[in-house]
C-alpha cells in the first residue's frame, strides 16, 4: 500500500476513482488467466468503442498490468518513457456492456 | 418485472446472498455508499425506500474471486438487465475518505463463503456530507429519519 503522499504524487490531489479501480481490479484478475483472456476479447470486440485506441497503446496498458512492482516503482519506471501511471491508467479500457 | 434501480434495503441483501452463493472460497468485500445505508437499513429489519434512487453499489475488495464476480455486474451487463443497477468496483484508496478509526465502528456479516464490512452509518455519511448535494443531503436525512445514525453528542 503507497502511502498518502505517494498516492498524491502518482494520482494527483483529485484523483479519479474510476481510473485508480481500472488499474487495480485490472491488475488483480490479470493474473487470473480465463479472466485475462476475457478482458482482452472484450476490449478486443468490435463492439467496444476504446478497441483501436486500446491497439495503439496495447502494449504500455499490458505491462503494466502483468507488473508486479509497485505503485510507485511502475510510476517512477513509465515518467523515464515521459508518460506516468495516472495517464497509462486512463488508457486501460473500461468493462461494460453485455458483451463481456 | 424486478424494480428498476436501487431504492429498497432488501436489494443489497439478496445480493450479497446472491454473491455469497456464487463464491466457491472465502472473500470479503467492504461496501461503502448508499449501498452501505441500504444495508445497515435492511440488517435492522427497516423497509422505508431510499429517496432518490442509487444506480449502483460501490463495494472494495481484495479478493479476485470476489472482484471477478462484480465485473460480471458492471454497467449494461446482464446482471444490471436483471436487477435495474450495477456494480461499481471502488479502489481501496476511497476508504481513506472515512473518518479516522471507522474501522473499530463497522458491521460484519457473513453470507456463505462472503464476509461483508459496512461502515457505520456516520462515517458512510461523511463523505456525501462533504460533497452536500441536493442527493447527499437527501441521503442524509432518510438515514436520520429511519433511525440508522447515533445520537447527537
Redesign the interface.
Known amino acids: 500500500?503507497t502511502t498518502?503522499d505517494e498516492?498524491t504524487a502518482i494520482?494527483g490531489k483529485y484523483?479519479n476513482?474510476d481510473d485508480?479501480?481500472r488499474?487495480?481490479?485490472g491488475r488483480?484478475?490479470w493474473?487470473?488467466p480465463a479472466?485475462r483472456m476475457r478482458l482482452l476479447a472484450h476490449w478486443l470486440d468490435e463492439r467496444h468503442p476504446y478497441r483501436e485506441r486500446f491497439l495503439e497503446r496495447r502494449e504500455q496498458v499490458e505491462a503494466v498490468l502483468e507488473s508486479t512492482e509497485s505503485e510507485s516503482e511502475i510510476h517512477r519506471r513509465l515518467l523515464e518513457s515521459d508518460t506516468s501511471l495516472r495517464c497509462v491508467a486512463r488508457e486501460i479500457p473500461?468493462?461494460?456492456?453485455?458483451f463481456? | 418485472m424486478p424494480r428498476r434501480e436501487l431504492r429498497d434495503p432488501k436489494q443489497v441483501e439478496d445480493w450479497l446472498s446472491e454473491l455469497g452463493d456464487l463464491l466457491t472460497g472465502p472473500g470479503a468485500l467492504t461496501l461503502i455508499g448508499s449501498g452501505g445505508l441500504l444495508w445497515h437499513a435492511a440488517r435492522r429489519g427497516i423497509s422505508i425506500p431510499l429517496p432518490e434512487n442509487s444506480m449502483d453499489v460501490d463495494p472494495v475488495t481484495d479478493s479476485e474471486e470476489v472482484a471477478e464476480h462484480c465485473y460480471d455486474a458492471m454497467i449494461g451487463s446482464e446482471f444490471e438487465q436483471r436487477h435495474g443497477w450495477h456494480v461499481n468496483l471502488m479502489p481501496d484508496y476511497v476508504l481513506r475518505e472515512f473518518p479516522a478509526g471507522w474501522e473499530a465502528r463497522t458491521a460484519t456479516h457473513t453470507y456463505g463463503f462472503l464476509t461483508v464490512v459496512v461502515p457505520s452509518p456516520d462515517d458512510l455519511l461523511a463523505p456525501k456530507r462533504r460533497r452536500n448535494e441536493p442527493r447527499d443531503r437527501a441521503h442524509d436525512a432518510w438515514a436520520s429519519a429511519v433511525g440508522l445514525l447515533s445520537p447527537a453528542p
Not at chain 1, 473500461?94 to 453485455?98: A, E, K, N, R, Y
Open positions: 500500500m498518502a498516492h494520482w484523483p476513482y485508480i479501480a488499474f487495480e481490479y488483480m484478475l493474473r487470473r479472466m473500461p468493462v461494460f456492456g453485455s463481456f
